[in-house]
């Protein structure tokens, strides 16, 4: 078998990306420096007693920057998580933040453990010592450290973090806002089990209103129709490639999974084969779909859209030239490496990238973070409100035309918008709005070529205004 070929580390690979845009922006070498240097880590090893004998597990919280209080990011649970992961995840997390506006530093932490072989309640116990470690060494409370899930963590986890952060601090009146991610029965919001997806399809949609950006990528007209192929069928995934192909008329030709892909060029029904796997535990023998078992050679398949939706360092030296994709959107995180990225940026194929296209998670944790601290649900004080004034503006309609309002526009203009609504709504603004500063960058910065390249323009711009502003000290 031919040698691996060697590639920077994660960490190593993000910091490649971010230097060539620090060229860009033209900050002085100390700034550079000092945006992109991690600012903590915590390393903690705590024993938990498992079926009688006493484990040792391994976890790390980092706290890349602190330009803006609390620092968010999430918590992954993976059996092959280490700190360079976890201070490249930190330091994206910064980046992603400024450049959707959320007013927030960036932070990652990482649990080494393979969730799968611990039972439900052994897992409970594992998460609440680890919140323990964490809030006890200061990487973790409402106002300084918020984590969210990630990879191997959900709602649930955030639930058992929120309570132990509770037991440990019970005077703090914004003790639940310590995590965000919750069930919503426990302080969680509205939509955010499926911002990440929601978020890339909003990006998705952005991206195909500039019709020289889709021309760019060598597809012309719109979404619908659009050939797409999906590796990764876990949260953000699965919540991608339903959005996509029962709203937008997305074809999804192939998904890949751990243990092989499917694939059927008429396109899979995505919640048939979500049914499959709660049934089965996995993707093989899926009716609606062919069987291939080197699941990493369909990433070559010819598509219009590869939305790596896994983990990072999936498109490398060894792959980037047969991808035979137009667009790349990264909802992963760090799913390119650099010198795949700089294979791909030469190839011609447009790269929107993580930092943009999975910011979607932050944003609506933003936002239950929010509706925690101001302790109320969003459209409470005004749904109410907005139907009688709905129901004002019908009846003056009826009044001066002298003809009904038909039923179907009386109960959209009636309506008042829900906290749903509310959160679809700021995720849409958001993403629309950062992908337009992103796509400014593009066009007025000298040395800007690339999506990739902008985005971090972008967000290092904003992030040097405010360090520069408060000064360094
Ligand atoms: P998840 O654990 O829910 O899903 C990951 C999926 O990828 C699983 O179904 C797993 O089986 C599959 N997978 C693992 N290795 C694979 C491989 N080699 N090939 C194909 N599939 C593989 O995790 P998630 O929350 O969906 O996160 C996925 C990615 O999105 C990660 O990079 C994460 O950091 C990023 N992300 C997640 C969120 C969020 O809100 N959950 C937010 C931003 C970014």
Known sequence: MADKIKEPSFRESVNLMVDRAMSATKLDEGTANAIKSCNSVLQVQFPVKIRGKVEVFTGWRAAHSTHRLPCKGGIRYAPYANQDEV???????????????????GSKGALLIDPSLYDRDELEVITRRFTTELVR??????????????????????????????????????????????????????GRVEATGRGVQYGIREFFRHSEDVNSANMSGTLDG?????????????????????????????????DGALISDEGINIEDLHQHIV?????????????????????????????????????????????????????????????????????????????????????????????????????????????????????????????????????????GADELDLVRSGLDDTMRLAYQEMRGALDNEAGVHDLRTACYVASISKIARSCLDVGVY
Not at 164 to 183: E, F, M, Q, R, S
Not at 233 to 249: C, I, Q, R, T
């Open 226 to 258: 659009k050939t797409c192929v999906i590796q990764g069928f876990g949260n953000v995934g699965y919540h991608v490639a339903k959005f996509l192909s029962e709203e937008d008329g997305v074809i999804i030709t192939a998904i890949i999974e751990r």
């Open 87 to 105: 201070e490249a995840l930190a330091a994206l997390m910064t980046y992603k933040c400024a450049i959707v506006d959320v007013p927030f530093g």
């Open 279 to 415: 049934e089965h535990s996995t993707i093989k023998n899926f009716p609606g779909a062919g069987f291939e078992g080197n699941g990493n050679a369909v990433l070559e398949k010819d598509c219009d859209i590869l939305i790596p939706a896994a983990l990072e360092s999936q498109i490398t030296l060894e792959n980037a030239d047969r991808i035979n994709a137009r667009l790349i959107v990264e909802a992963a995180n760090g799913p390119i490496t650099f010198g795949a990225d700089e294979v791909l940026n030469k190839k011609g194929t447009i790269i929107i990238p993580d930092t943009y296209a999975n910011a979607g998670g932050v944003t609506v944790s933003y936002f239950e973070w929010i509706r925690n601290i101001s302790h109320i649900r969003f459209g409470r004080m005004q749904k109410r409100h907005d139907e009688m004034r709905g129901h004002q503006m019908a009846s003056m309609l009826e009044e001066v035309t002298g003809a009904k309002v038909s039923p179907l526009l009386k109960s959209s203009i009636t309506r």
């Open 137 to 190: 060494k200061g990487f973790l409370s409402p106002s300084t450290n918020v984590p969210a899930p990630d990879v191997g963590t959900g709602q649930r986890e955030m639930a058992w973090i929120a309570d132990a952060y509770k037991h440990l601090h019970p005077d703090d009146i914004n003790h639940i806002a310590c995590v965000t991610g919750k069930p919503v029965h426990h302080g969680g919001i509205q």
